[in-house]
């Protein structure tokens, strides 16, 4: 698994073990802004803090599938400052792509296991201006079985929370 997988794959076991009342020392919740979520993680080695946010809608309807995340992650010790992932709740079928599209603009991640990320740096700082700029973000991707799924994402208060994640989660 490459260092990106490794760090997105952490970050979703952070928000996980946020969701669960006897693990939430482990996890902060910082601040919520409108849709999106800021969470924060003070390790021995690090501090990791993202912005998450989940579908407003998913699709089809009644597909069997575990909690759905869209994160942007900060790694301040390593210099990331905003790198994008997906969890989608089910594995990917393999060598499938995923499609992020915000008004006319679509974007392509490659997958790993039930997780998708850009593979390019100036394609991802691309999807990021283009996350703040707009107002739905829809999500694409093919489950191992074939089955086509579409998760829509408000990005209301994305802006406030990638704001919150720069500053280190202050």
């Not at 998450?52 to 900060?74: C, K, L, M, N």
């Not at 008004?103 to 991640?109: D, P, Q």
Request: hydrophobic fraction near 45%; aromatic fraction near 8%; glycine fraction near 8%.
């Amino acid at each position: 698994m490459c260092g990106l997988a490794m760090r997105a794959a952490f970050v979703a076991v952070l928000l996980s073990l946020a969701a669960t009342h006897a693990d939430a020392q482990a996890v902060k919740l910082v601040n919520r802004f409108n849709d999106w979520k800021v969470y924060a993680h003070e390790g021995a080695a690090a501090r990791i803090c993202f912005a998450a946010s989940q579908p407003s809608t998913s699709e089809p309807a009644g597909a069997r599938r575990d909690s759905i995340y869209f994160y942007v992650s900060a790694w301040p010790k390593e210099g990331v400052k905003s790198e994008v992932s997906v969890k989608i709740g089910y594995p990917f079928r393999k060598g499938s792509a995923v499609t992020v599209t915000i008004g006319t603009t679509a974007f392509n991640l490659f997958t790993d296991d039930d997780k998708a990320f850009v593979a390019d740096a100036n394609a991802e700082l691309k999807l990021i201006e283009a996350m703040k700029k707009g107002d739905v973000m829809i999500v694409r991707g093919t489950s191992q079985r074939g089955t086509q799924t579409t998760d829509t994402f408000s990005l209301a208060g994305l802006t406030q929370a990638l704001q919150t994640v720069t500053a280190g989660c202050s």
